[in-house]
């Protein structure tokens, strides 16, 4: 037999990946590249597919149909252990009763290599951790812990490396922080990391490229900054930070510019963010873009008036308005806290305004 562990390089391809458990589809007709190098995230909510793609590319699954290439290998029947793939789990999984040493070194001396010593220590100073060596897991913090689950996947060079929620047994902080070395560790490695994810900050911190997965399918895929600012459907919105929809009424769509009506309100966008083609659509403005004002008075071309403050919240960073509009519809406005922000309390009523260039328009029927 074929040794794909060693054969198998390339850009990873799914063609066509399905599988169906009775009447349920979950993974439907997926056509995907993750180019090899690359920092890779499947983001979507729990059932939208992403942790059975990973298991049917891991062998942990079998596919209902199509296949999965490594480069130019089919690796779709290919047993597990037999696939260059590597997984780090939220619960690290280590061996409690071998040193740091040993259960890093425990791929290689499964593989039949006898002299691990070079690969181990290079291994572990890359995850900064050569001076704990000697030491059993439980003597580590949960960071450590984590580290040390990376170095024992990435010792054995696999073609991918599958990070499986990894950071979710993690305090804030420490998840922040793990979120930058990770990423500095596959950029260190080349090795192509697919990382599995519900959470929208992990995959915007990390990923080079971002697929949005919902019912089985990808919904929008792209760099992080591109499904922030330019979101294609009501979904990828609303999951990937938050957004503001409103419904309004296409007056002009023409030329450079497109032009809707807000309950009497004209709000005006680039035509290149405008996502439909119908008559009524949602217009998005995400809450960081819009100013907010006492009423009357505006800093923005696009701008809405007669809203009443409902709600303040002070979060650090920012302080989160919800407003009223006169339709009912409540607004949520993000001003930062840099020593500029307006005087404003709960009951007011204030004018909302922004950059047209902020605004993007989706189609309300999806």
Known sequence: MVDVTSSAVGDLQLRNLTKTFADFVAVDDLTLTIPKGSFFALLGPSGCGKTTTLRMIAGLEEPTSGSIHIGATDITYTKPYQRPVNTVFQNYALFPHLTIFENVAFG?????????????????ALVELGHLKDRKPGQLSGGQQQRIAVARAIVNRPALLFLDEPLGALDLKLRRQMQIELKWIQTEVGITFVHVTHDQEEAMTMADTIAVMNKGRIEQMGSPVELYENPK??????FLGQSNLIEAA???????????????????????????????VLVGIRPEKINI???????????????????ISFVGVSTQYQVEMPWKQEIMVFEQNDGGAPNIRKGDQVTLSWEPHFTFALDSEN
Request: charged share 20%.
């Open 250 to 280: 296409v007056q002009t769509n023409s030329g450079a510019e497109t032009s809707v009506d807000i309950h009497g309100s004209r709000i005006i966008l680039p035509s290149s963010r405008n996502k439909s083609s119908k008559s009524k």
């Open 293 to 311: 004002q006492t009423a009357g008075s505006s800093v923005g071309k696009n701008s809405l008036s007669g809203g009443v403050v409902t709600d």
């Open 108 to 124: 290689l001396r499964r593989r039949g290599i006898k002299d691990v010593e070079g690969a181990v220590t290079k291994t572990l």
């Open 233 to 238: 459907t009501v979904f990828v919105a609303n």
